[in-house]
């Protein structure tokens, strides 16, 4: 007979009072020592669904372990995958106090039902499981079925393996090419007794509980539409011990069921962690055979989200726990108040409540939307993001919003890790250190010819923004710049305080780098046409190549608008000119600007009888002024003029062709430019002013986005938030839905979902 033994366990915050064992030198002291730190990303997006023409505005929330805002990092790296885990686009998000907004342009034409948000830092690919990743849905797009027989199941004891003559728990999950499927199920034994039912719960996932008999073989039944998969049960240890883990109101509940016959020969260790921070940890109290134990942990010592329970046979990881902690004193509440109206807006104040009614200041980002069929259910929050993901195996999961803990806890019984190496394990929570914070961009060259020792970075305005030693070394770089994609910067030689014009410097302007590549989105290994898995709906209008060589045409109509409006005081008749760009290849190898006008225009000087010269453009004679006086006939062959003192260049056909020379500053005040200008193309990506797109979708139950607020703040020295929206959303509207994400000063984080009938 099993007997029962209740005991009370206090877990240590210090391991200073617990005795220097092996235990403690050779897992413990390990742990602790040399720990990185720990970077975590969200990425609150403006809505959930998205069409072929929408743009992703985004949010990103970039913390350390305590979810306070990251001071260690400035550059996010944001791509958006396609199904099979191929960057689409790729964005570099400037982090200021650990957060930053962008906006990715969803590529056309649209071939994939699903896109994915990819989100990390340099830094966190020293680890090998915390990247953010997101589901983006597509609507419209729809795919062709298809059938595919290839089903896995997997099995899952709790305590990591089956014991014999005592009661085991199974999680079951059944997948197919990473797709899930539901099932009902059965256990039964070697003579087809049935021993239990069940059913998938959610994701393909499943458990149940038996008694493992001696000399009996066990199997697992899954009963599809047209479908019986059966897997037999692996055999059992004959000794060992396993428990059971729940979660009650007030404590963490841990039955330990054990079948030992040499007692005293192996101990075991019960450490509960999350990452490398240790929560604490017990040795099994003296044991008998077939005995079960019962040991009761009050919740408020573990950390809210996922806590791993990692079990040790002496210094050996046998299985591995997670389970879920919320702890309900950490949650926040937010109030709103109607300040002011205005013609067009309503302005309101927001304030977050802690749970003692006390104001805290916050950082928030508002997403507004308007929601008919009570649908809406982000697939990420701030509190997956930051307590579940990052410790986790499964790329993409939502828990928060779930408010059953029976499945949540069905999840996290399939997170288990069994028969870890101890090195594995060490190596899993404290990885070697191979990437650094990245604050700020990095630029990487080349020089050919070496001037001086000193290489220096110019602004525009010909400030010194930083200085290098080169030390007889061609390659240089220079770091922590805040420089967007676009952007012009120079660069010159410097001795005793004089510049020196470099040549020959050519920029890396291609970062090689590899991105953590996302398996589980691999949707299977059939290989078909891309046409023939997707389409679009019939009733979109498809681009062809008349629609690209319209948006050419308006980028240098555009062009052409900025011209015009600079020079409008300076040219008659100015709307008749139109400019001619100048790629910076002719500034940087000063060219000559009549050999320039030649390759571009087809203008030479040609000469009259020997008499006279005259400028020709192709066929029609031409006048050439510089900044705006006419260059006689006599001095056009003697008119010497680089491309790299040139601002700007204009024509204006007619029966005489004229030309309009502006120079730059530098040849006005007959300065010489001694630096070598460059245009970044691997900094910042800039993030722009967000405008709503108020599609009309065909299917009135989607839920569809009203306003983006990103940057929500109180005003210095103030905890209370204002902010307005338009006149025409009215909040207290059944159908209007408010989604907060954000994070308190105090690390606290906020993941409230707003209907309008709460404000009434």
């Not at 509980?209 to 073989?217: A, M, P």
């Not at 805040?482 to 020959?504: C, H, Q, R, W």
């Not at 690209?548 to 608008?561: D, R, S, T, W």
Request: net charge positive; hydrophobic share 35%; glycine share 4%.
């Amino acid at each position: 007979m099993i007997k029962k033994v209740f005991l009370l366990i206090i877990l240590l915050k210090s391991i200073n009072l617990i005795s220097q064992n092996n235990f403690v030198q050779n897992v413990i002291k390990p742990i602790q020592e040399n720990n990185l730190l720990y970077e975590k990303v969200f990425i609150h997006t403006n809505k959930e669904k998205y069409s072929y023409n929408d743009i992703i505005w985004f949010k990103a929330y970039v913390v350390n372990k305590d979810n306070r805002a990251s001071k260690n990092t400035t550059l996010l790296y944001v791509n958006l995958l396609d199904d099979k885990g191929n960057i689409i686009v790729s964005k570099k998000v400037f982090i200021k106090n650990g957060e930053g907004i962008n906006q990715i342009s969803l590529p056309y034409p649209i071939n994939s039902k699903h896109y994915y948000i990819q989100a990390y830092t340099n830094y966190m690919r020293n680890f090998s499981e915390n990247y953010f990743i997101k589901k983006i849905n597509i609507i419209n797009v729809k795919s062709k079925s298809f059938k595919e027989d290839n089903f896995d199941i997997e099995l899952f004891p709790e305590g990591g393996s089956f014991l014999l003559g005592v009661e085991n728990t199974i999680g079951i999950k059944l997948k197919n090419n990473e797709n899930t499927i539901s099932y009902k199920g059965e256990l039964i034994d070697d003579k087809s007794k049935t021993i239990s039912k069940f059913k998938s719960v959610f994701d393909g996932i499943s458990k149940t509980s038996f008694l493992y008999d001696e000399n009996k073989k066990y199997y697992i039944n899954l009963f599809l539409k047209d479908t019986v998969l059966k897997k037999e049960i692996p055999l059992p240890k004959q000794n060992g011990v396993i428990f059971n883990l729940k979660n009650t109101k007030d404590s963490v509940k841990i039955v330990f069921r054990s079948h030992l016959q040499n007692i005293n020969k192996n101990n075991y260790y019960f450490l509960f962690h999350r990452k490398s921070e240790i929560i604490g940890y017990f040795e099994l109290p003296f044991h008998k055979q077939n005995e079960e134990k019962e040991i009761r942990i009050a919740k408020d010592i573990f950390f809210d989200g996922v806590n791993t329970l990692t079990v040790f046979k002496n210094e050996e990881s046998i299985s591995q726990r997670k389970f879920y902690i919320k702890n309900e004193g950490n949650s926040n509440t937010i109030k709103i108040k109607k300040l002011s109206e205005s013609l067009d807006s309503i302005t309101y104040s927001l304030e977050v409540l802690d749970k003692r009614k006390t104001n805290l200041q916050a950082s928030l980002s508002l997403s507004v939307l308007s929601d008919k069929h009570f649908k809406f259910k982000p697939n990420n929050t701030i509190e997956d993001s930051f307590n579940f993901m990052p410790y986790i195996n499964n790329c993409i999961k939502h828990f928060s919003n779930e408010d059953n803990l029976n499945f949540i806890d069905l999840v996290l019984l399939t997170q288990q890790k069994r028969n870890i190496k101890l090195n594995d394990f060490l190596q899993d929570l404290n990885p070697n250190y191979k990437y650094s914070f990245e604050f700020g961009v990095k630029l990487k060259g080349k020089i050919n010819i070496i001037l001086s020792n000193e290489l220096a970075l110019i602004s525009n305005k010909n400030q010194l923004i930083h200085k290098i030693s080169l030390n007889s070394n061609k390659n240089f770089e220079f770091k922590r710049l805040s420089v967007y994609k676009g952007d012009t910067i120079k660069m010159s030689f410097m001795k005793n305080n004089e510049a020196i014009l470099p040549k020959k410097i050519t920029l890396d302007t291609i970062k090689p780098f590899t991105y953590p590549k996302i398996t589980c989105l691999t949707r299977n290994n059939n290989k078909q046409k891309e046409n023939d898995f997707f389409f679009v709906d019939s009733t979109f209008i498809k681009l062809d190549e008349v629609k690209v060589k319209a948006k050419l045409m308006n980028k240098i109509e555009n062009e052409k608008n900025k011209f015009h409006k600079k020079y409008r005081n300076s040219i008659n008749h100015v709307s008749l000119y139109k400019p001619i760009k100048i790629d910076n290849y002719y500034k940087e190898r000063e060219t000559d600007l009549m050999k320039f006008l030649f390759e571009k225009e087809e203008v030479r000087i040609a000469n009259w009888k020997g008499v006279e010269d005259y400028l020709m453009v192709r066929s029609k004679e031409g006048i050439l002024l510089i900044d705006g006086e006419k260059i006689p006939s006599y001095k056009l062959s003697s008119t010497s003029l680089k491309m790299s003192e040139i601002e700007d260049l204009a024509i204006r056909s007619g029966k005489v062709c004229i030309i309009q020379v502006f120079t730059n500053t530098n040849y006005k005040l007959d300065l010489k430019d001694l630096s070598k200008k460059f245009i970044i193309k691997d900094g910042y990506d800039r993030s722009k002013k967000y405008s709503a797109n108020f599609l009309e979708y065909e299917n009135t139950n989607e839920v569809k986005e009203l306003d983006w607020k990103p940057i929500l703040k109180p005003q210095e020295n103030k905890n209370t938030i204002v902010f307005k929206l338009n006149k025409d959303i009215d909040i207290t509207s059944n159908n209007i839905i408010l989604c907060f994400q954000g994070i308190t000063n105090k690390g606290s984080l906020i993941n409230k979902i707003v209907r309008g009938y709460q404000f009434n």
